[in-house]
DNA sequence: ATCAACAGTTCCGAATTTCCGAACTATGGA
DNA sequence: TCCATAGTTCGGAAATTCGGAACTGTTGAT
């Protein structure tokens, strides 16, 4: 298994954060994951409610958040530990990720006002 | 020629914005139209500087930013007059745009501190 | 040490999407 | 009417996405 790849701060895009969080389902994940009520693995993100992620489409949807800067992932043991990257984005791109949300009227503590 | 399609406000899905400005070519587009520098026709657009975009790709970009809902796109005679919605997205999506133009440190009047 | 179980990744083929040249349509002017 | 211009639609090649099956790496049990 090649090592997986994490942008630094100053190289992440935000053509590639757009394209990322452009897909509801990429966009439950890491609401989740923001949320962290969960261990943050991917299997315990897996599940939608209306739909259980099939674990190929998972793995990618978590290569596609961490590659585009928005997630962070470890090894820890068998599974795989994964956090935002909120606070350092917000730092790069002020903002961005809190008006995304609330678009999607997910931002935690907000009830959807829609 | 069909007629075009423009979503009403509140059908203006947020994944269709991120998709359409998750391209640089259409938020290159979209930047210029916000700044009206240009008389808003697609052909006053299509040169992006170092590469033109060819017409059947720039009617396509066009179409995804008409129906994502950021811009409105009227006939008048033989060209085609195009204008941003910023105004009513800011209203359904508060900070929205902003924080994106933002991001890619093409906000009209702002030097990106990059 | 070997084995089994489990989390997640990689591989690969089918289906979908994107890109763009060529053909087409609509409008206005000569 | 015929031509020029602005933009759309068509169609096929190339790229991307999706997901099942096979694989890898780690832990715990025997």
């Known amino acids: ?3 997986l790849f ?3 701060l100053k190289d992440i895009k935000p053509e590639a ?4 969080l452009s897909d509801p389902e990429r966009v439950a ?3 989740k994951l923001a949320g962290a009520n969960s261990g943050g693995t991917c299997s315990a993100l897996a599940d939608l409610g ?6 190929s489409s998972l793995s990618n949807h978590f290569k596609v958040l961490r ?3 928005l997630v962070l992932s470890e090894r ?3 599974e795989m530990r994964n956090q935002t ?3 350092e984005l917000d730092e790069r791109f002020p903002g961005l990720i809190k008006a995304i949300l609330t678009a999607y009227g997910q931002l935690p503590g907000q009830p959807k006002t829609d």
Chains 1, 2 share one sequence.
């Open 29 to 31: 994940i890491f609401v």
């Open 76 to 78: 820890q043991g068998v």
């Open 67 to 69: 590659e585009s800067g």
């Open 85 to 87: 990257r909120c606070t």
């Open 17 to 20: 954060i757009l394209y990322a």
């Open 50 to 55: 209306d739909r259980v992620i099939p674990k």
């Open 1 to 3: 298994m090649r090592p």
């Open 6 to 8: 994490h942008p630094a």
